[in-house]
């Protein structure tokens, strides 16, 4: 028997939550992989895929498996003690990518706010007080705490909150020129997301990361990759950084690594981990059993290469629909991404009415989110059935109709 509920709507939102977000004018209850059903029973195609999180569609078996398994078993212990999720969540990912230890946190911004802080402190230890300066890319987005939005390069999130985090510089996206202006022996870290997600889904230039890695070794400083949402099979390998075969010292890991459960890691090698000695950082619910399990199975079920082809194949499924509706209805200029992580840039003519899409697709029965004003994003479970990509793709096309007046 389930527990009941006092019922709630949308109209609820505005009287008890924070006004920091302007949610859709429905409320999902249910999934069942590419499917949510909302209150009234509508059933959408959800192309959004919880923002790049829900990498297995909503209630995949195998998730759903780990998470009840494992809540009749050990929930929280916190890092006073380790738990076996937990290593062998660690271990597998050792054993998938170049780290040699993890940080297991809740959240992007939490992974994140390691790297910036182990950065800080390997600079330190090794060169002095001096050498703490971060340089990261205009347009790019790591969080919201205060020191993830003052790295991130979108004053819109960083002004206003009194002053920032120090010793952070900003230069453009994919110009290698521009960072080796910036970059000096006071920097400690240069920050890239090897697809700008929220920016506008613009992926890196080889060449722009291969630079990247060449001007940090010459100044000792560390590469980080957020990999929060380029990561974990988004990109059709398990980290966009294997695409590019350059390889960072630091990597941030969260959105789909739990899969919709809340959970994240930071990535390093052995010496530059051996600098967070025993007390210099923590958290009490990282690495707790529950995300952990969730997290272990999903990489099961994502690290193969059934998975990680099919999302290749059904990049080009998307891009090929989406280049014919773009230039029907004259709407998109481009489509762009990589894997699963797609971006449908809009003409001049269509330009800063990005959320005009999402309530047209929303009134259509499909979820798709914006990436800024310029760009309708999709970022749908890895394993989305073609059927769904193909009825998803139609109901966008009725709503882009609709838009254009055709
Ligand atoms: C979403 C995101 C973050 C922040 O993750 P949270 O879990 O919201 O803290 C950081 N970096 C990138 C690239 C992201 O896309």
Known sequence: MSVQHDPVQR???????????????????????????????????????????????????ALVKALTEQAGKLWHVSNVFTNEPAL?????????????????????????EAAFKLARRVAHDRFGADKYEIIAATNSFHGRTLFTVSVGGQPKYSDGFGPKIQGITHVPYND???????????????????????????PADLA???????????????????????????????????????????????????????????LTTEALASHL???????????????????????????????????????????TRLLQVGERYGVFSGVRGMGLLIGAVLSDAWKGKAREFFDAAAGENLMI?????????FAPSLVIEDADIDEGLDRLECAVAKLAGA
């Open 277 to 319: 000695a025993v007390g210099t950082h923590g958290t009490t619910y990282g690495g707790n059993p529950l995300g952990c399990a969730v997290a272990e199975a999903l990489l099961d079920v994502v690290n193969t290469p059934e998975v990680l082809a099919g999302v290749k194949a059904k990049h080009e499924r998307f891009k």
């Open 88 to 112: 062998r969540l660690a271990k597998k990912l050792v054993d998938a990518t170049f780290a040699e230890r993890v940080f297991l946190c809740n959240s992007g911004a939490e992974a994140n």
């Open 369 to 377: 989110l914006q990436a800024g004003p310029d760009v309708v994003r």
């Open 208 to 266: 722009y990361l291969q630079g990247a890695r060449a001007l940090c070794d010459e100044h000792n400083a560390l590469l980080v990759f957020d990999e929060v949402q380029s990561g974990v099979g988004r990109s059709g390998h398990l980290y966009a950084y294997q695409h590019y075969g350059v390889t960072p010292d630091v990597l941030s890991s969260a959105k789909s690594l739990g899969g919709g459960f809340p959970i994240a890691a930071m």
């Open 11 to 61: 109209a609820d939102f505005d009287q008890v939550m924070v006004p920091s977000y302007a949610p859709a004018t429905f409320v999902p209850v249910r999934g069942a992989g590419s499917r949510v059903w909302d209150q009234s029973g509508r059933e959408l195609i959800d192309f959004s895929g919880g923002i790049a999180v829900n990498a297995l569609g909503h209630a995949h078996p």
């Open 176 to 202: 290698l020129e521009a960072l080796k202006a910036a970059i000096s022996d006071k920097t400690c870290a240069v920050v890239i997301e090897p697809i700008q997600g929220e920016g506008g889904v613009l």
